[in-house]
């Protein structure tokens, strides 16, 4: 399966513990995306990649949440001293740079809850 | 501010029923615009992208159109294999941001 790759699939953890997320994009994808999303809503944006590099972070991005990808392949989002309101699937994405076409690829999301 | 709007929130079809969804947008500029497929606790299916007013894409039950402020997303004769929620997507051509700003979604039901 060349698709996008996340893992966990899902995490339950106690309030106040930290958690880390991994994203393994489609080979060859420079851009890397990071989305949350709660039941009923659409996908929000948090951060994206290009290669190595993080070019944008969203305003509604606390302190707590931390994304890399070291080397510009894989990636990880880790969220500090959860809260229960930090509860949703969060979403990873990649994209093409150099392509005529720029739809982005979603993984089948890490599904979070904080007890 | 870029933002997505999508109509009907919730839709409930008969099985070969055809309808439309509707994605408006507000944005300073369009790269491109996408249809995406999620059915429940998966991540989103790509099934288009829309780059200028005009175009059309299909894809065997479904046909994407857009305008310069909304894309209609027509499905013609529904198979209960169809039922998800259908997210509308775009990419502002804003210089330095190749975010995705998405809509609500359609929930979609087909009932055989």
């Known amino acids: 399966d060349t698709g996008v790759s996340q893992n966990p699939r899902h995490k339950i953890t106690k309030r106040g513990q930290n958690v880390t997320f991994r994203c393994d994009p489609i080979s060859e994808h420079n851009r890397l995306y990071w989305y949350r999303q709660t039941l009923g809503q659409g996908p929000e944006f948090l951060t994206y990649f290009q290669n190595e590099a993080q070019l944008e972070k969203s305003r509604l991005l606390s302190d707590r949440f931390s994304a890399e990808r070291p080397k510009g392949s894989f990636s990880t989002l880790e969220i500090q001293r959860t809260e229960q309101g930090d509860s949703a699937m969060y979403l990873c994405?990649?994209?093409?740079?150099?392509?005529?076409?720029?739809?982005?690829?979603f993984g089948q999301g890490t599904r979070l809850t904080v007890v | 501010e870029d933002q997505v709007t999508q109509s009907p929130e919730a839709l409930r079809l008969q099985e070969g029923e055809s309808s439309s969804l509707n994605c408006s947008y507000t944005v300073s500029g369009l790269r491109g615009l996408f249809w995406y497929r999620q059915d429940p606790g998966k991540g989103p299916e790509f099934l288009f992208t829309l780059y200028s007013a005009g175009e059309e894409k299909e894809k065997e039950r479904l046909k994407a159109t857009l305008t310069k402020k909304e894309s209609f997303l027509h499905i013609t004769a529904p198979k209960p294999e169809d039922s998800a929620t259908y997210l509308c997507?775009?990419?502002?051509?804003?210089?330095?941001?190749?975010?995705?700003?998405f809509g609500t979604g359609t929930r979609l039901k087909v009932l055989a």
């Open positions: 997507a775009v990419q502002p051509s804003t210089s330095g941001t190749y975010k995705y700003i």
């Open positions: 994405a990649s994209s093409p740079v150099f392509e005529a076409n720029t739809e982005a690829f």
